[in-house]
């Protein structure tokens, strides 16, 4: 298929107008903008989080009175001279927020930060994933079912439990455009047969977006590498094979790279944690494992605590906490503990598994302080979608190892039937869900061996985000009945008006 046809502007404003994609995208903009823009603006409340991304950015809170997790805060301070704040860590996020502060002060004030204008930046990025992805999902197919998988798009995309976070200055945002952008893209290289490179550069840079946005996200550099070792059948000739190796060396050294440049202040943070609300949490005698280690028992009284929490047993920022307990252990010495106590790993996971739909943070408000408004209020303005799933999507980490299995042998299947009648689609697509069966395992792990249950909820974001998209697509595959044969499905389609007249 022609780029210019699938970007191509329609003669008639009505044509236009009754397209998929950009029924999708008007509807989940107008959902989203009420949210987002309209007073009472909503988003969410700083847990604490924030200081990681404005300080280095040029932003600080501007009020006195400043407080966590109960309210929205809509007006930051811009720094007008010399930043004394070095990174915490290396993220794309910051790239986002440069430049919602240069919408900020080009059309509203040069010493003034209205948060709206990173709802802004996400809004409209968010909106072309949207249109980008349904597109994707409908871009070979002519039926009407097309306007019920738009619909699903909406249903799933527009829910504020997403959303809520682009008022905010978390990095969930840049996580979820990030997948659609490359869900999008590589859908679309299993379909069309010209400017394949464009959409590759698409889906190579939104991988790079979403691996280095943060440090736990390091590691889907192997899932996102294993799509490319599908494209080597999309791409046939051997420059592109070369094109394509680079790419993946490149993209597996970005990980690697992201890992290596957290700091050790960021880095001691996640090792309590990982400890005190990991390896402690389920441990009846966690004096008993730190001996055990050569670890002092006293520090098993740490038990339970969340790093920055105001009262410790022992303070949390003392040498004697980084020299005798967190230079003590490394990531190799609570792995170990997790395979020799497999139990307590799977009451951890099974912890986890109980949060993958609590996508809408529930530790902090999702409104400005005003008359009427409580403490840490929560919005349920067009949440349905995660309502349904956290209610009937089952809390234990079996159902998703179940679930991972089944899709894993459906879509070897899909790929063997590729690999025989040599559909590029259906192989791209094994390997799609491969990568995607890896994130949803992997995410689970590393949430819980890097930080404990601590903020788990947002740590598994990737997961639910995942999953929505595997629904989305098989959905779209079966009511376009393009699930095995995609080509002749759409030969059988492109016939139908020809027999008819």
């Known amino acids: 298929m022609e780029l210019k046809k699938f970007f191509k502007k329609p003669s008639k404003i009505k044509s236009f107008l009754i397209t998929p994609q950009f029924l999708a995208t008007l509807s989940a903009g107008l959902i989203i903008g009420y949210l987002l823009f309209v007073p009472p603006i909503n988003g969410y409340a700083d847990n604490g989080d924030f200081a990681r991304a404005i300080y280095i950015n040029g932003i600080y809170p501007l009020s006195s009175h400043y407080t966590y997790l109960d309210y929205l805060h809509q007006y930051y301070g811009i720094m007008q001279y010399y930043n004394e704040h070095q990174a915490m860590l290396f993220s794309s996020q910051g790239v986002f927020i440069k430049l919602a502060i240069f919408l900020?002060?080009?059309?509203?004030?040069k010493k003034i930060f209205d948060i709206r204008f990173m709802g802004v930046v996400y809004y409209l990025f968010y909106l072309g994933g949207i249109y980008f992805l349904t597109a994707a999902l409908t871009v070979s197919s002519k039926k009407k079912t097309n306007y019920l998988i738009a619909g699903l798009v909406v249903f799933i995309f527009a829910d504020s439990s997403w959303t809520?976070?682009?008022?905010?200055?978390?990095?969930?945002?840049?996580?979820?455009?990030?997948?659609?952008?490359?869900?999008?893209?590589?859908?679309?290289?299993?379909?069309?047969?010209?400017?394949?490179?464009?959409?590759?550069?698409?889906?190579?840079?939104?991988?790079?977006?979403?691996?280095?946005?943060?440090?736990?996200?390091?590691?889907?550099?192997?899932?996102?590498?294993l799509i490319i070792v599908g494209l080597f059948f999309v791409?046939?000739?051997?420059?592109?094979?070369?094109?394509?190796?680079?790419?993946?060396?490149?993209?597996?050294?970005?990980?690697?790279?992201?890992?290596?440049?957290?700091?050790?202040?960021?880095?001691?943070?996640?090792?309590?944690?990982?400890?005190?609300?990991?390896?402690?949490?389920?441990?009846?005698?966690?004096?008993?494992?730190?001996?055990?280690?050569?670890?002092?028992?006293?520090?098993?009284?740490?038990?339970?605590?969340?790093?920055?929490?105001?009262?410790?047993?022992i303070p949390q920022n003392s040498e004697t906490i980084k020299i005798d307990f967190l230079d003590k252990f490394n990531f190799g010495w609570v792995l170990k503990y997790y395979i020799t106590h497999p139990n307590q790993f799977q009451q951890m996971l099974d912890i986890a598994a109980k949060d993958v739909y609590l996508v809408q943070v529930r530790a902090v408000g999702d409104y400005q302080k005003a008359n009427g408004v409580s403490s840490q209020q929560q919005s349920h303005y067009f949440t349905l979608f995660s309502i349904i799933m956290g209610a009937f999507f089952p809390k234990k980490i079996g159902?998703?190892?179940?679930?991972?299995?089944?899709?894993?042998?459906?879509?070897?299947?899909?790929?063997?039937?590729?690999?025989?009648?040599?559909?590029?689609?259906?192989?791209?697509r094994c390997f799609r869900m491969i990568a995607f069966i890896t994130m949803i395992l992997g995410t689970f792990v590393i949430s819980i061996v890097g930080d404990g249950d601590a903020d788990l909820a947002k740590h598994l974001i990737m997961v639910p985000l995942t999953i929505n998209l595997i629904i989305l697509e098989i959905f779209s595959d079966v009511l376009q009945q393009t699930f095995w044969h995609p080509l002749q499905s759409r030969r059988n389609s492109s016939d139908e008006p020809n027999k008819q007249s």
């Open 104 to 109: 900020n002060q080009f059309f509203f004030n």
């Open 164 to 225: 809520l976070y682009f008022n905010s200055f978390f990095a969930e945002p840049v996580m979820i455009i990030a997948m659609l952008y490359l869900t999008a893209s590589i859908i679309m290289l299993g379909k069309v047969n010209n400017h394949r490179l464009l959409f590759f550069a698409i889906y190579f840079i939104a991988s790079f977006i979403l691996v280095t946005v943060k440090q736990q996200n390091a590691p889907l550099a192997l899932s996102l590498s």
């Open 235 to 313: 791409f046939r000739e051997k420059k592109y094979k070369y094109l394509m190796l680079f790419s993946m060396i490149l993209l597996l050294m970005t990980g690697f790279a992201t890992y290596e440049l957290i700091t050790s202040d960021f880095s001691q943070i996640n090792k309590y944690q990982t400890v005190t609300r990991g390896v402690f949490l389920e441990e009846k005698d966690p004096g008993k494992v730190l001996k055990k280690s050569g670890i002092s028992q006293q520090f098993g009284l740490l038990k339970g605590q969340t790093y920055g929490q105001t009262y410790s047993q």
């Open 399 to 428: 159902f998703y190892i179940l679930l991972c299995l089944v899709l894993l042998i459906l879509y070897v299947i899909v790929g063997y039937v590729g690999f025989k009648n040599d559909e590029n689609e259906l192989i791209l």
